[in-house]
């Protein structure tokens, strides 16, 4: 008599569960890192378009509140914000980006007319237009940046090309070289600007 098989035994399903386990697991670790991956390409390229921002401002030569006896950014509804002095739409000597590894500002990038009598090429209190984060979350953060003065790099464009400079200095650096790092994981992404050509990129 030959006997029918109906089912699979207990042996066959133990060993479909692992496989469908461990198959499971490997797509579900890719998935998490797959996404950390999108978060710092993400942080990389707001980062980018900061940049381009102040470029863009500098270019097109933005004008910007300034108080005419301080030199500093006002708000025209707040009079105290220029007490001495009339605030005033005024083109400022150019405009930049301020980012720092120091701890507390590693994750942020700030915006900045450059306002003062002479223009130093440098972020002075009072110059900001802008504070915005790299990223949505706190897992990105500036790791690295080439050249600094101390944990600070400035990234200034002084209209009309706009000519940039990198800490007051439009000579030495060709490139400025910003490195995010994947807080956990440790992957890194890099934002380069070249001073000559003006091209703001992702690697």
């Not at 109906?6 to 042996?11: D, I, K, M, S």
């Not at 450059?114 to 802008?130: K, P």
């Amino acid at each position: 008599m030959v006997r029918c098989r109906r089912g699979f035994t207990l042996v066959e399903m133990l060993v479909s569960m692992a496989i469908f386990a461990i198959v499971t697991g490997f797509t579900v670790a890719n998935f998490r890192r797959g996404g950390q991956g999108d978060e710092l390409r993400l942080a990389a390229e707001n980062l980018a378009s900061s940049i381009r921002r102040a470029q863009t401002f500098a270019i097109a030569g933005e004008s910007q509140f300034i108080c005419s006896s301080t030199k500093l950014i006002c708000d025209p509804a707040v009079g105290a914000s220029c007490v001495a002095g009339t605030c005033s739409r005024t083109v400022p000597n150019g405009y930049g980006i301020r980012l720092s590894t120091a701890a507390g500002e590693e994750r942020k990038a700030v915006l900045f007319a450059d306002t003062g009598m002479t223009g130093n090429r440098r972020y002075d209190a009072g110059e900001m237009i802008s504070s915005r984060g790299i990223s949505p979350t706190p897992l990105v953060k500036i790791s690295f940046l080439a050249p600094s003065s101390g944990t600070d790099l400035d990234i200034v464009f002084v209209p009309p090309k706009p000519r940039i400079y990198f800490n007051d200095n439009a000579t030495t650096d060709a490139v400025a070289v910003i490195t995010l790092q994947q807080i956990g994981t440790g992957l890194t992404k890099l934002v380069k600007v070249n001073r000559v050509s003006g091209q703001v990129g992702v690697e």
